[in-house]
């Protein structure tokens, strides 16, 4: 008699194969903690923890009123949004775009990096990123097929690839080369000159230039962060990847954008119509009103993420550990001396302070903890002496 699981449907073996979603792994012992109702600080997703504008959440429930918004979505995005897009990218980077054929409106931008990957990548080829890496990077090339070349990040280059170290034979082999400064986990940061170099490298080898710019609007001190598009060429090989989630805190609306290379951004068009309906309308809307915030709000929040920075760094220092300061985005990328995913799980349990375990970001980021400053600096130091109090009793887990 043949049983229930000799008839189980296996999913696809490159699903299989892939490991399982880490930052889900200690979700469940968070819960344990609070229902201990011991304080959980979650600093561990890169959510922001700050309410969404109310301006932004008008214009979504008046968005949401009209008869066209409330049926499926332009495909390629509205009108009106595209053109605010342009015109702000425009003011920011000086880098003119033709809204209908330069931009894309995605669902998140993590939606649009993986349906880069799946719009380009073949059996065999080749996707380059820097490593440790925003998980997707990865696994969006793995799950279409491809193989990743993971460039290293290392601290003695303040966490920047080396682009002269990738071997001729991956040149030739990459379709994709990622970019993403400021930088997701390492808070590392590059030049505009770092950006030509690429450019021209992916323009030798014909290699499409993914650049991730998430966090284009939280940089510290002066490293503002320059789009790839500013850089002469680009617009021949680069697509760019920028999202609401992060400088807006609307990372549960669920809205980003592409811009760049005419050809790539149809294609990721082409690919997206026939698996998705686009960008809820009214998001779109809501995505006008947070643009139109102006540079005020979007310095406020600069110099927030810059406030906590400057208390987190110096008091885990203090406690004895040695980070980079990190020269954007929205974390601290702390150097362990034990396992990361011990780290991470005894510090949750005994004081109820979350963060990420590095190997959650690659091989290459085992023996670093992620530290997102997603709490504001009263809930930062309540964590920091947690933290101290636990490297106390754990002497071992600080880096020497
Ligand atoms: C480097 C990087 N890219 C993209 C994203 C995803 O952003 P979105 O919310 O637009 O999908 C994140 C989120 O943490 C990120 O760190």
Redesign the pocket.
Known sequence: MKLYSDYRVLPSLRLVDMPPYAFGQLDELKMEVAAEGKELIDLSL?SPDRPTHPTVLKALYDGMQKLRNQQYPIFSGLPAFKERICEWFSARFGVTLDPATHVLPLI????G?GHLAFAYIQEGDITITPSPY?P?HMRATTLSGGQVYELPLKPENQYVGDLDAIPEDVLIRAKIMIL?YPH?PTGASVNKAYLKKAVDLCKRYNIILLN?L??SEIWFDEHKSSSILEVEGAMDVAIE?H???KTYNM?GM?L?FACGNPEIIHTLYKLKTNLDYGVCMGIQEAGIAALNLGDDYREEIRLEYQKRRDYLVPRLRNIGFKPMNPKGAMYVWVPINVTSLEFATKLLKETGVSVVPGVTFGANGEGHIRIAMVQDVPALERACDGIEAFCKSHPLALQV
């Open positions: 890169g998140g931008s993590k939606e990096i925003y997707v993403s997701n991730d998430a966090y990847f999202t609401f989630s990372a669920r980003g």
